[in-house]
């Protein structure tokens, strides 16, 4: 989905390597049949792995 795409190369462009909170809305135009528009929103974060504990 370009939306979701778009968002991740955006996180990466900040120089981050996740996206957390995602939202998606949609909507569809009454101005053209079968057109719908997704927006997709969220958090852009670095994630680290979880360290091991001792």
Do not use: Q, R, S
């Given at each position: 989905m370009k939306?979701?795409?778009r968002l991740r190369?955006?996180?990466r462009g900040?120089?981050?390597n996740a996206a957390v909170?995602?939202?998606l809305e949609t909507s569809d135009l009454e101005l053209q049949a079968g057109v719908?528009?997704?927006s997709a929103t969220g958090t852009a974060v670095?994630?680290?792995p979880e360290s091991e504990s001792p």
């Open positions: 939306a979701i795409e190369d955006k996180a900040l120089g981050t909170g995602l939202d719908v528009v997704v670095i994630a680290e």
